[in-house]
């Protein structure tokens, strides 16, 4: 956003929820593991992900080591297709587990059989032994 006397503006411009921050005062201590941060060092945090929701109860301070797992945690959220089957939402490795076979048998099952039976019939006597 444009802000040309603004402390955190660099040649005029400035990054709009960094700025909110600022100007609200907000604490300066890392949301996750409490280190005292600056401006220097900080990321300002959108909480709901929006990152055109710059409202100050949406905002918080982060260090980098943080910021960098708060993200990782998302990504890996939004990398897992998750099953759901009566009412019960679960990633394929839980499903697989519950069944005691192997991901890659739960997706040929998923594939192939009716979603009812491969969720829910467990290992045959057959196949490799001792695959989870």
């Known amino acids: 956003m444009y802000a040309p006397m ?3 503006s660099r ?7 960094r700025i909110v921050a600022y100007d609200a005062g907000i604490d300066m201590h890392c949301f996750s593991c409490a280190k005292l941060m600056t ?4 990321h300002v945090d959108h909480i709901n992900e929006v990152k055109t929701d710059n409202r100050i109860d949406n905002l918080r301070i982060s260090c980098f080591a943080c910021n ?3 993200s ?6 939004t990398k897992t ?3 759901t089957h009566n009412g019960e939402r679960l990633a394929p490795k839980a499903w697989a587990e ?16 009716p979603k009812d039976r491969a969720l829910t019939e467990p290992r045959g006597k057959t196949g490799p032994r001792g695959s989870t």
């Open 81 to 83: 297709t998750y099953i």
């Open 68 to 70: 960098i797992e708060r």
């Open 98 to 113: 519950r069944l005691g076979i192997s991901v890659v048998s739960l997706k040929y099952r998923l594939k192939h059989w």
């Open 6 to 8: 603004h402390p955190l």
């Open 72 to 77: 990782r945690e998302r990504m890996i959220d």
């Open 11 to 17: 040649q005029g411009r400035g990054y709009e929820h």
């Open 39 to 42: 401006w220097e060092n900080c």
